[in-house]
């Protein structure tokens, strides 16, 4: 059986709003025998959904490829759905039956152009207030289809005839506003009826208008909220009518007092009303707000994604009542209540409680992080705020009545509607919970922005936290749409010498960071230009998003080539160095890994990446300019750091770690590097020293460099500084700190100390690529080739990993069992190659089943190799067995 499944359109399952750019379709292939390749393809394209009429038609194309599919060839019309389905053949001859049908549609055909008007309150916001707009809309024909198209200033909840348009929140999004601004598209035929229909609109600040950065800033982007829509039908009849925002839209207050990001939201239940009601309501003010910026939406939506039951209600010793969710998490808490009208109750979130298990927020700093809920007094009311997110685990409850009912609290969980693609299990149930965390910081991480943290006065797009967890992130999730939008806005954000800002989307001109003297262009930081883009490419095998983020990659590395007199060192500037690293003075935030070898390490990793992509996208004469500069780079880096006796003479770990993982050092002085990483690790009592630059390649570089037992020592590490020392102490995300919580209870200090940032959490890699050893090949990128070599150790068992690839599932299982021998199962998807090396294996030792594994079909080449036995691998289920040797 041959099965064309999982049909997806730009990433995405039935997208409807994308731009008129040609989309790229992909799909995976199911099939029962093993070494099954693509040897051709057909997609049809139509705009009915029986395929009545085709529009366009590959014709059996012979191809392997099946990802990334570009239509090219079709004409695309704007607001029109097209369906298309997709077949193909394999090396054996089989025929898969037509994929179930799937499709996408196209959103407006200029968005610059809109003819739509900026619509806002002006009287509304002064006084603090969401404001509400609505049209009424009459309707006196059978409607076939309806669609709305929507952005705002700010941020904008849609309503027709008293029901939410959607279910996105944050919409739309959070883009570098001043230069690209996102639409949504939403199919609302349903939603619609004959005669009067209303349709509304409610506008929050957001990150607009709202609180923003640690200073106590507000409007970031702008000063007022104001909304652009059109509601598009077409009728039965074949006439079509648009529905515009502009004259005849009518403004009034809502019951929302306040709302904000950070601060949370005010909400008074006696001030709502209908949006059909006749009070209060008076013209909505005209606008002019620009339009060029507009573009569809890019990212997946931000979505509820869970929902959480409290595990307790408590009295704090303080003689506070808090709620405990069992989990640091982002979203909102929702919750029922009876009471008397205008009875007022307050909810106040936190991540931990103090050493004296009192309610503790001092870490949230000036993030209010408050709701304030008036009742309406008529019954059991339900509430759930509207444009806020807290990052909290516990919430103190004030104002509630004594008989507080935990069922009537729900822990709502929002982020970025990206597929869960990774799993990883293993025996020992603190590195799971560690792995539980990595998970929990990107949840709380990846709501529209990768934020370095979801809850204090901050929650910013930090370029260097995404840098160092965008390859976790990408194996535990389908991170292509949200990196996409995000290097967009990275892009947009550049300087026009090419440096990067902090963070992205970057914040006004005037907001100082306090950081050096630019607020732009950190080393390891604005990395994330190059980083980025080539970890898609590797994942996913986006070559588009390289191409498109190509110029931005160059335009980085020559920005660090013009700093300072010397072109192959960047030994000047601002640099945040070894953020947190523990090994210059207590309380320090800088590591004492010199800044400069830091710099000088990342540039030569950028201009490698940079060239990298100057292969793939075919630029030849580029790609030699920067083999020559990477070499000369490397060169000065060497004379600049590496002593006469071969050893690098910044003796930190980070620094051995940054040279042996990029690269820089070879022969003997690379063996010495090693030695000295091992070294510096035993002296620290085999514990890390590293900090946010150093920590992410720590493990895989021990790996890598036959130290593989020594990463495990540190994996397992339980006390001060580890991953589990946290985990021991309770933590169900990443800290920002190795000492959040110190070994004696108390803090570090609160201007600084988030307990949901997943920089650390770049551990997350290694479990995958090394522990269950699934990697990508950048030759053959989005799992096209499979590498698999898992890397057991002292202290597992077992472990396993799956991941669901562009292509399919990828399995990769390894057990020690208690007879001395070695499973090992491995999955590789249909339509790819697996390339695996078993540890400690021996050639003629080895079965698949119960057969030599020489003799197993779809085993393409075995040899063996110094670390066990290399096989090369068809697609298909694998099961090798062999003798425990020296795992
Ligand atoms: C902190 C952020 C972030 C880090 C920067 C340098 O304010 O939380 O994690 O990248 O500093």
Redesign the pocket.
């Known amino acids: 059986m041959l099965i064309v499944t999982k049909v997806r359109c730009e990433y995405k399952e039935n997208p409807i709003g994308i731009s008129l750019v040609a989309p790229r379709i992909s799909w995976q292939l199911l099939s029962d025998i093993r070494n099954c390749i693509q040897m051709a393809y057909r997609i049809q394209v139509s705009k009915n959904a029986d395929f009545h009429t085709i529009l366009w038609d590959t014709g059996t194309s012979t191809s392997s490829q099946s990802i990334h599919v570009q239509l090219t060839g079709l004409h695309l019309q704007p607001k029109l759905r097209y369906y298309y389905r997709v077949k193909v053949w394999d090396q054996s001859g089989a025929e898969s039956a037509w994929s179930s049908r799937a499709f996408f549609e196209t959103g407006l055909e200029n968005p610059q152009l809109w003819p739509a008007q900026w619509i806002c309150a002006p009287a509304v916001q002064d006084m603090g207030h969401s404001p509400r707009m609505r049209k009424f809309v009459n309707i006196d024909k059978a409607v076939r289809s309806a669609r709305i198209y929507a952005t705002a200033l700010g941020l904008y909840e849609l309503h027709l005839n008293n029901q939410r348009v959607g279910d996105q929140y944050f919409t739309p999004g959070w883009t570098s506003y001043g230069k690209r601004l996102q639409y949504q598209s939403y199919e609302v035929t349903d939603m619609l009826k004959k005669g009067s229909n209303v349709l509304g609109a409610l506008l929050g600040d957001g990150w607009y208008k709202g609180y923003l950065g640690w200073k106590n800033d507000k409007a970031m982007f702008g000063t007022r909220t104001a909304l652009l829509l059109e509601l598009y039908i077409q009728y039965e009849d074949g006439t079509e009518d648009q529905f515009m925002s502009g004259p005849g839209w009518e403004s009034s207050i809502s019951a929302i007092v306040s709302s904000d990001i950070y601060m949370g939201e005010i909400y008074d239940a006696r001030l709502e009303r209908e949006w059909t009601d006749s009070d209060g309501w008076i013209p909505a003010d005209i606008i002019h707000y620009r339009k060029d910026i507009i573009v569809a939406q890019e990212n997946v939506p931000v979505l509820q994604q869970e929902q959480l039951k409290p595990i307790a209600l408590f009295q704090t010793p303080q003689g506070d009542t808090v709620l405990d969710m069992g989990q640091n998490m982002v979203g909102w808490l929702r919750f029922a209540i009876q009471g008397s009208p205008g009875q007022k109750v307050e909810l106040e979130h936190a991540e931990i409680l103090d050493a004296e298990g009192n309610f503790y927020r001092d870490n949230i700093r000036n993030a209010a992080q408050r709701i304030v809920y008036t009742l309406r007094g008529n019954g059991l009311e339900q509430f759930e705020p509207h444009f806020t997110f807290q990052g909290f685990r516990y919430v103190r409850l004030t104002g509630f009545s004594d008989k507080i009912q935990l069922d009537h609290f729900i822990g709502v969980v929002l982020h970025s509607n990206m597929e869960r693609t990774g799993h990883f299990e293993c025996s020992s149930p603190l590195v799971n919970q560690l792995h539980h965390n990595i998970l929990w910081g990107q949840k709380g991480n990846f709501l529209d922005v990768p934020t370095?943290?979801p809850q204090r006065d901050?929650r910013l797009g930090?370029t260097?936290?995404a840098q160092m967890f965008v390859r976790t992130a990408s194996y535990l999730m389908n991170t292509a749409p949200f990196f996409t939008k995000w290097l967009r806005d990275l892009k947009a954000d550049q300087t026009a010498e090419g440096g990067v800002p902090f963070f992205i989307p970057n914040l006004k001109e005037s907001f100082s960071s306090g950081w050096g003297e630019t607020d732009h262009s950190s080393a390891a930081w604005g990395d994330a230009a190059t980083i980025c883009p080539w970890t898609m490419y590797e994942m996913y095998g986006d070559t588009l998003l390289l191409q498109e983020q190509y110029e931005s990659m160059k335009k980085w590395v020559s920005y660090i080539q013009e700093q300072g007199d010397n072109p192959y060192l960047w030994n000047t500037g601002f640099h945040?160095g070894d953020?947190l690293a523990l090994d210059s003075e207590p309380g320090s935030y800088v590591g004492s890994t010199d800044i400069a070898y830091i710099a000088t390490a990342f540039y030569a990793y950028s201009v490698s990446l940079t060239q990298k992509a100057a292969v793939v996208l075919g630029k030849t004469e580029d790609s030699e300019q920067y083999r020559s500069l990477h070499t000369k780079i490397v060169e000065a880096f060497q004379n600049e750091y590496v002593t006469a006796s071969g050893d690098i003479s910044i003796a930190t770990q980070t620094a051995q770690v940054l040279a042996l993982r990029f690269g820089l050092i070879q022969g003997s002085a690379r063996e010495r590097a090693i030695q000295k990483l091992e070294e510096l690790l035993h002296d620290a009592g085999d514990h890390l020293k590293t900090g946010?630059v150093g920590t992410p390649y720590l493990n895989p570089v021990l790996s890598e460099c036959g130290n593989n037992k020594l990463a495990y020592k540190l994996l397992f590490q339980k006390d001060y500084p580890s991953w589990l020392y946290q985990v021991t102490k309770g933590a169900t995300t990443v800290w920002?700190h190795w000492d959040g919580i110190k070994e004696d209870g108390s803090f570090w200090s609160a201007d600084?100390n988030?307990f949901n940032?997943y920089?650390y959490g770049a551990i997350g890699e290694w479990l995958y690529r090394y522990v269950a050893g699934i990697g990508p090949d950048e030759n053959n990128p989005g799992f096209k080739v499979v590498h698999i070599h898992p890397h057991p150790g002292p202290g597992l068992e077992w472990a396993e990993a799956s991941i669901k690839s562009m292509y399919g599932d990828i399995i990769s299982s390894w057990r020690k069992t208690t007879d001395h021998k070695m499973t090992v199962s491995i999955s590789v998807p249909a339509n790819t190659e697996g390339v695996v090396i078993l540890p400690g294996a021996q050639r003629t030792e080895l079965l698949e089943g119960v057969i030599p594994a020489e003799q197993a079909d779809g085993v393409k080449r075995i040899e063996a190799v110094e670390q066990g036995v290399r096989l090369v691998l068809g697609s298909g289920a694998y099961h090798f067995v062999y003798p425990q040797s020296h795992t």
């Open positions: 370095d943290c901050e930090w260097g936290d945040f953020w946010f920002e600084m988030s940032h920089a």
